[in-house]
């Protein structure tokens, strides 16, 4: 499963500057990689993965601006068209799963 996590914060003064750094980096530390401004994404195995980041990113929301956190299927995300300008591009695929044994 993919978690896509989009957000608009304000950022008009020096504490909502600083709310939306500690946003933008608690995502990256968390396994997201930026597809856009504001538009994070990150693989997870499993819905029950999904959903302890997303109580994490939960408790992390800035008190204003809003944030949106959807949760898609693999198979979902990969039949999203990636355009750079009029080339199309290949989605990101997902990390490789090691197994143990």
């Given at each position: 499963m993919w978690l896509l996590t989009m957000f608009d914060l304000p950022m008009l003064t020096k504490?909502?500057?600083r709310d939306y750094t500690r946003f933008r980096k608690l995502l990256?530390?968390?396994g997201f990689i930026?597809?856009?401004l504001?538009?994070?994404a990150r693989f997870s195995g499993s819905e029950e993965s999904v959903e302890c980041v997303?109580?994490?990113i939960r408790a992390s929301i800035p008190p204003h601006g809003q944030v949106r956190m959807l949760?898609?299927?693999?198979?979902?995300y990969g039949r999203m068209e990636?355009?750079?300008g009029r080339k199309r591009k290949r989605v990101e695929?997902?990390?490789v799963q090691f197994e143990l044994f």
């Amino acid at each position: 499963m993919w978690l896509l996590t989009m957000f608009d914060l304000p950022m008009l003064t020096k504490e909502q500057r600083r709310d939306y750094t500690r946003f933008r980096k608690l995502l990256l530390s968390e396994g997201f990689i930026q597809l856009q401004l504001s538009v994070y994404a990150r693989f997870s195995g499993s819905e029950e993965s999904v959903e302890c980041v997303r109580n994490r990113i939960r408790a992390s929301i800035p008190p204003h601006g809003q944030v949106r956190m959807l949760a898609v299927t693999d198979h979902q995300y990969g039949r999203m068209e990636l355009w750079f300008g009029r080339k199309r591009k290949r989605v990101e695929d997902p990390p490789v799963q090691f197994e143990l044994f």
